[in-house]
T-cell receptor, first 113, second 116 residues
């Protein structure tokens, strides 16, 4: 079991560029999440998904898009990158709605200059 | 609203010292409380949890007790090791009754550095 994997580990973008952060889990979890972690701050939820084909906004969705075509994959799309999107991005998953423990990927460190 | 407040770091200790990291919360209803740990270069991992008042969560020598009267969930360890150096996050979970998911609300994190 690889758990939750994320690619890439690091990325530098220029302002206005776009990219997709990949997230895959092999635990057959229904619920998946994208967070961003800014220095000195807790994690903020960007988007989440309760199953294939179903996504919804979290606390800070502006500037991002997601899709969930399979149970395993939950990519996060950044359109028109801005310096404010410089952050560490974490993907996480849980088995179902009643599960308390979220399983996290190792993160993607993104810098927008 | 719901929120979590942790003591600011970094916390620097010598090996075998006693550790306390304070965490207080504000929540409506009856949240579950968690401590997550983030080792360098890794994602967050659940360290321990408590789902109701007076419960004590414990794991790897760490403990925390859910205190409803003081709205606190302080993390303690009697004797820290260098390998405990990490960032520790306190979090609470609030169930969304309208469906969706059990939302996790995180504190800002406290960095712990343990020196030999």
């Amino acid at each position: 079991n690889a758990g939750v994997t994320q690619t890439p580990k690091f990325r530098i973008l220029k302002i206005g560029q776009s990219m997709t952060l990949q997230c895959t889990q092999d635990m057959n979890h229904n619920y998946m999440y994208w967070y961003r972690q800014d220095p000195g701050m807790g994690l903020k939820l960007i988007y989440y998904s309760v199953g294939a084909g179903i996504t919804d906004k979290g606390e800070v969705p502006n500037g991002y898009n997601v899709s969930r075509s399979t149970t395993e994959d939950f990519p996060l799309r950044l359109e028109l990158a801005a310096p404010s999107q410089t952050s560490v991005y974490f993907c996480a998953s849980t088995r179902d709605r009643s599960s308390y423990e979220q399983y996290f990927g190792p993160g993607t460190r993104l810098t927008v200059t | 609203g719901n929120s979590v407040t942790q003591m600011e770091g970094p916390v620097t200790l010598s090996e075998e010292a006693f550790l306390t990291i304070n965490c207080t919360y504000t929540a409506t209803g009856y949240p579950s409380l968690f401590w997550y740990v983030q080792y360098p270069g890794e994602g967050l991992q659940l360290l321990l949890k408590a789902t109701k008042a007076d419960d004590k969560g414990s794991n790897k020598g760490f403990e925390a007790t859910y205190r409803k009267e003081t709205t606190s969930f302080h993390l303690e360890k009697g004797s820290v090791q260098v390998s405990d150096s990490a960032v520790y996050f306190c979090a609470l979970s609030v169930e969304r009754f309208s469906g969706g998911y059990n939302k996790l609300i995180f504190g800002a994190g406290t960095r712990l550095a343990v020196h030999p």
